[in-house]
């Protein structure tokens, strides 16, 4: 919708037939006191469309992320509660790991951080629903994620693992 108003009375029926003969129907807004002499031109407020309807990149991504994370959650569901700790167990250290990098100023990327904290909450959850499953209570799952927690052996994360082996492995070609 386009809103017209003319600053001077005289001149609005001039305008008004102009912009009959063009076949655009204008509203004339009431006339305020204004140093403007001219035609203004007010644009309405648009009318908001679901984002289904909305053509752009950010519709077409919320839809890939959405399947992203189903699969991904799929793919988690598909593990075993052993694989799920160590999975765990690993990320946490890959979280520490970046920490230590941004601590030491080191390049990163910070986006890192929420995907690693996300895909944590994920197995949790996933490991919250078979325990309620199995019918354990959330008294008794708070003690043995206790008890986890205290079994825990604590060894370097996959990255800093992968790190370390490659220093061996370029020690070994040196020494022989």
Do not use: C
């Amino acid at each position: 919708m386009i809103a017209l108003g003319v600053s001077s009375p005289s001149s609005a029926s001039s305008v008004h037939h102009a912009l009959a003969s063009l076949g655009i129907s204008p509203q004339l807004h009431s006339w305020r006191a204004s140093s403007f002499r001219g035609i203004r031109l007010e644009t309405g407020v648009r009318a908001a469309t679901p984002l289904s309807y909305r053509g752009g990149a950010s519709g077409g991504r919320m839809v890939v992320n959405m399947a992203k994370r189903e699969e991904e959650m799929k793919e988690i569901r598909a593990k075993t509660a052993e694989e799920i700790n160590e999975e765990v167990i690993d990320l946490k250290g890959e979280l520490l790991m970046l920490r230590l990098q941004k601590s030491a100023r080191n390049e990163f990327k910070s986006s890192e951080f929420g995907r690693m904290r996300k895909r944590i909450a994920r197995m949790l959850t996933v490991k919250r629903e078979r325990e309620i499953e199995e019918g354990i209570n959330k008294r008794l799952s708070r003690k043995l994620d206790r008890k986890w927690k205290k079994s825990i052996v604590v060894r370097p994360p996959p990255s800093l693992r992968k790190k370390q082996e490659e220093q061996k492995a370029a020690e070994a070609e040196k020494s022989s």
